[in-house]
């Protein structure tokens, strides 16, 4: 074995311990956060459309999001991602259309509560533990042509749909980047101030020409 070969094989056990103390990170991360998203959770029942907006300002709605998605969506009141501390990949996420009425009104699904239980692995795809059975209303179970349209490598997924197969991707999504930055999201990108004309420029026109500009600093997802 050459010397390159073993120090390629070195890099390789540090990438694992690397990774294996990322995850602890993240759980404890997570641990702590638990509190602060309950509160969050409490806040954001007060303001309408919050997570339909959120999921519509998201990548997972980026692509040719269904009519079915579309219309479920603007009853949606609750969704929310467990986690279990003692076993990091596991994953829950549990979204809840309006309790009383609101399932006459939407004409997508039956259903009071979508439940999907899942643990995410880096070295596989993951597994689904446990999921609902949807309870689609006449003529709105979901189309085989509109994915038989798609390419297999398009990412273009239904939010509603994804609750009753055996996917986890979405799921991953949802629990390592939307749901914990669900505010961001709701509130949408932040854009650059743009300069007024009138701005003061530093510097005297001899010195711009001799020194390089400086670009602005873009603003950045927290």
């Known amino acids: 074995m050459s010397v390159e070969d073993i120090i390629n094989d070195q890099f390789m ?3 694992e311990e690397t990774m294996k103390v990322a995850e602890e990170v993240s759980a404890y991360q997570r ?10 959770r409490e806040i954001v029942k007060k303001i309408p459309g919050f997570w339909s907006q959120t999921l519509g300002n998201s990548p997972l709605f980026s692509i040719d999001p269904s009519e079915n998605d579309m219309e479920a969506l603007e009853h949606l009141t609750d969704l929310h ?17 309006h309790i009383l009425i609101t399932f006459k009104k939407n004409g997508v699904f039956k259903n009071e509560t979508l439940t ?13 533990i446990s999921k609902t059975t949807i309870e689609y209303n006449n003529n709105k179970a979901p189309n085989n042509k ?4 798609q390419d297999e490598d398009d990412f273009a997924v239904s939010f509603i749909e994804w609750f009753g197969d055996d996917d986890v991707r979405v ?26 004309e009138d701005d003061i420029e530093l510097g005297s026109d ?6 390089e500009e400086v670009p602005k600093a873009k603003k950045s997802r927290k």
């Open 31 to 40: 641990k702590l956060m638990a509190p602060i998203w309950y509160k969050r």
């Open 116 to 128: 999907k239980e899942f643990s995410v692995d880096p070295e596989s795809d993951g597994e689904v």
């Open 13 to 15: 056990v540090l990438d």
């Open 171 to 196: 799921g991953d999504m949802i629990s390592e980047d939307i749901f914990p930055n669900a505010v961001d999201y709701f509130q949408g990108p932040e854009e650059d101030d743009d300069l007024d």
């Open 81 to 97: 991602v467990e986690y279990d501390d003692k076993r990091p990949s596991y994953r829950k996420v549990t979204a809840c259309t």
């Open 146 to 149: 509109r994915k038989a349209d």
């Open 206 to 211: 001899e010195d711009s020409d001799d020194e």
